[in-house]
């Protein structure tokens, strides 16, 4: 089992920042990445960003591309967003997702999930 917990939601303005974390324990080994997805109100669950564990080559969704970044720290094995000029239509719950294949930018690739972080931003 591997247990994910989020933190670094919050409000903000458009146009300004926030930086999630996810922090990983338990049964961590032999994951190829991780990645984020977020779900806003009324709409299915979307990719948002994913990173290789080993590799560290990231993948992003075109709607968030130049404007959100996704790292991993090993020493703490974790996962970070930072997102930038954050829009109104940003505004989601945020979930941090362990993969146990391939391709990162599906849903059904992750096998554990975190509680999921909420982000809003006012316009």
């Known amino acids: 089992q591997v247990q994910l917990a989020e933190s670094g939601g919050g409000l903000v303005q458009a146009g300004g920042s926030l930086r999630l974390s996810c922090a990983a324990s338990?049964?961590?080994?032999?994951?190829?990445?991780m990645g984020w997805f977020r779900q806003a109100p009324g709409k299915e669950r979307e990719f948002v960003a994913a990173?290789?564990?080993?590799?560290?080559?990231?993948y992003y969704a075109d709607s968030v591309k130049g404007r959100f970044t996704i790292s991993r720290d090993y020493v703490k094995n974790s996962v970070y967003l930072q997102m930038n000029s954050l829009k109104s239509e940003d505004t989601a719950v945020y979930y941090c997702?362990?993969?146990?294949?391939?391709?990162?930018?599906?849903?059904?690739?992750?096998?554990?999930w975190g509680q999921g972080t909420q982000v809003t931003v006012s316009s």
């Open positions: 990173i290789t564990w080993s590799g560290g080559t990231t």
């Open positions: 997702a362990s993969a146990g294949g391939l391709p990162l930018d599906k849903s059904y690739t992750y096998r554990y």
């Open positions: 338990g049964r961590t080994f032999s994951r190829p990445g």
